[in-house]
């Protein structure tokens, strides 16, 4: 659940430091590359601040998969800090993150191919980190004209990244709708974030119901280890029903472990999260919810700790140590003490 959270929470930050509108041409519903020859009807809609052409691709590095991103010189996210460095500022420059460039130990004036045999030389600038942690794994950034030759787009760009004025919008996007010879695919900022939400919120789904099988097998296993078959239980409550004791005290001492048992599992759950995921960095359990990582993530994996769970924890810890304790607790305490303590 932290991890779920943690990286919704980086992938809305990115949505928010984001356009408020990603232009691509509309292909049978689906997004489609967006020719450049539309970039100056773009920039005289009013309203429109500024329009970033970009081109986005995957390739190999090495051998790693990196995601690439071309755009102009100058518009690099301002959560995109640079470390160490400086940004690009012409053709044959590049920005990377310090994930990447830290397996593969590359610094500030190392020169890469990027694309293959037919890829483009490219000297490191600078370093960034931004705020998405997973941003800074495995992403480069390069000048548009660079990227364009790299994937070999031509004339087209991935979209553009459309900046307006405050409440201008939906002015924009309905211009957008009239401009001659185009079928244009507008998306929000707005829309990006219920994308996100949807996702995530399935993804955490997913895992809810994968949490709530386990719960429903615990039930039985609690029952059976302890309900059924420990006779030192039974011995325990027989001893106590012949000082004396009633059945409601008995079944009251049992409530009274079960809280304190919950009380302690539940804080002990969220430090052991806690260490798996500040110390061990998600080892094993983050590539569940980020793909591709493999076994040791090469970035700190984003983790956020809200207190719904740690309740959750608790009540579900105090439901199972009642379900397999307080039955058999009756069971015994409604016996004759000889025949529970044999």
């Not at 986005?56 to 800090?81: F, M």
């Not at 185009?182 to 955490?204: M, P």
């Not at 994968?210 to 039930?219: E, H």
């Amino acid at each position: 659940m932290a991890i779920s959270e943690g990286v919704k929470a980086e992938s809305m930050a990115s949505v928010m430091e984001g356009a408020d509108i990603y232009l691509t041409l509309d292909q049978y519903g689906k997004n489609a590359p967006v020719p450049l020859k539309y970039l100056p009807d773009v920039k005289k809609i009013n309203g429109v601040m500024r329009v970033v052409p970009r081109v986005l691709g995957r390739t190999y590095l090495g051998d790693s998969l990196a995601v690439v991103v071309g755009i102009p010189a100058g518009e690099l996210p301002p959560s995109v800090e640079c470390v160490e460095g400086k940004p690009f500022s012409s053709r044959g420059e590049a920005v990377i993150g310090v994930g990447l460039a830290r397996h593969f130990n590359f610094s500030v004036g190392h020169a890469f191919m990027l694309g293959g045999v037919n890829g483009r030389m490219l000297k490191i600038t600078g370093l960034f980190k931004a705020d998405s942690s997973i941003w800074a794994s495995d992403l480069i950034f390069i000048p548009f004209e660079d990227a364009s030759a790299i994937f070999k787009t031509g004339d087209l760009a991935t979209d553009f990244l459309i900046y307006v004025r405050p409440g201008y919008t939906s002015a924009v996007a309905e211009t957008l709708k009239k401009i001659e010879g185009a079928s244009f695919r507008i998306q929000s900022k707005e829309l990006v974030k219920q994308y996100f939400n949807k996702g995530f919120t399935l993804k955490g789904g997913i895992f809810t119901a994968l949490y709530t099988v386990a719960f429903a097998l615990a039930i039985p296993a609690l029952l059976v280890s302890s309900g059924f078959g420990l006779s030192e239980r039974k011995r325990e409550i027989g001893i106590f029903k012949a000082t004396g004791w009633q059945t409601s005290e008995v079944l009251e001492m049992v409530v009274f472990e079960n809280l304190i048992i919950s009380l302690s599992a539940a804080p002990l759950a969220l430090l052991i999260s806690f260490l798996w995921l500040k110390g061990l960095n998600g080892l094993f359990i983050a590539q569940f919810f980020i793909a591709e990582i493999g076994l040791f993530p090469p970035f700190n994996v984003p983790a956020r700790f809200l207190p719904i769970p740690a309740f959750l924890s608790f009540f579900f810890s105090l439901i199972l140590t009642m379900v397999g304790s307080l039955y058999s607790s009756w069971r015994a305490a409604v016996i004759p003490p000889a025949e529970a303590m044999k």
